[in-house]
T-cell receptor, first 114, second 113 residues
Framework: NAGVTQTPKFRILKIGQSMTLQCTQD?????MYWYRQDPGMGLKLIYY???????DKGEVPNGYNVSRSTTEDFPLRLELAAPSQTSVYFCASSRDRSSNQPQHFGDGTRLSIL | DAKTTQPNSMESNEEEPVHLPCNHS???????IHWYRQLPSQGPEYVIHGLTSNVNNRMASLAIAEDRKSSTLILHRATLRDAAVYYC??????????????FGKGTLLTVNP
């Protein structure tokens, strides 16, 4: 039962470096999400996608980019890493947007920017 | 999403039932009650959800008050693996913000061996 898979699990970046956080799901879900969770805080939505080729901004999109070329994959790109982007990043997916559908999460990528 | 209130922490002993309460006095008729949990160093995990009737699945049971202003997540036999922060969330289909999950502070459940 793979569900939502995120890679890498941990990463340390230097300020100004770039990287891509990978997310893939095998549930054929249309909707996918990227959240960040700072220590002791709740989730904040970065970007979401309602299907292949369609993405939109969440609450905190600055400094990030996404793409959705396939149903399965939803990578998150950091172009110029900044210390404020140190966080745990979670990818999630759901069948649709209805309130009757749960979101399924990956185990997260723990990112430190020094 | 409407507001929920949960105790900050609860303790249980292994193999005993656990009842985690959630108050949601401003719930609307179309709000679903969702429960998630987050184990240490892991992503949030969906547990159960319901609208009006009590619900059971392999992980837990959800008891919803008749007036829907409160609900209780029931873990029938707690294990050490159930130690986590449990979040009660209300979700509805209205508006443009229902894409995101809004977690409050939740209830930190400690399970004693």
């Amino acid at each position: 039962n793979a569900g939502v898979t995120q890679t890498p699990k941990f990463r340390i970046l230097k300020i100004g470096q770039s990287m891509t956080l990978q997310c893939t799901q095998d549930m054929n879900h249309n909707y996918m999400y990227w959240y960040r969770q700072d220590p002791g805080m709740g989730l904040k939505l970065i970007y979401y996608s309602v299907g292949a080729g369609i993405t939109d901004k969440g609450e905190v999109p600055n400094g990030y980019n996404v793409s959705r070329s396939t149903t399965e994959d939803f990578p998150l790109r950091l172009e110029l890493a900044a210390p404020s982007q140190t966080s745990v990043y979670f990818c999630a997916s759901s069948r649709d947007r209805s309130s009757n559908q749960p979101q399924h999460f990956g185990d997260g990528t723990r990112l430190s920017i020094l | 999403d409407a507001k929920t209130t949960q105790p900050n922490s609860m303790e249980s002993n292994e193999e005993e039932p656990v009842h985690l309460p959630c108050n949601h006095s401003t719930i609307s008729g179309t709000d679903y009650i969702h429960w998630y949990r987050q184990l240490p160093s892991q992503g949030p995990e969906y547990v159960i959800h319901g609208l009006t009737s009590n619900v059971n699945n392999r992980m837990a049971s959800l008891a919803i008050a008749e007036d829907r202003k409160s609900s209780t997540l029931i873990l029938h036999r707690a294990t050490l693996r159930d130690a986590a922060v449990y979040y009660c969330i209300l979700r509805d289909d209205s508006g443009g913000s229902n894409y995101k999950l809004t977690f409050g502070k939740g209830t930190l459940l400690t399970v004693n061996p």
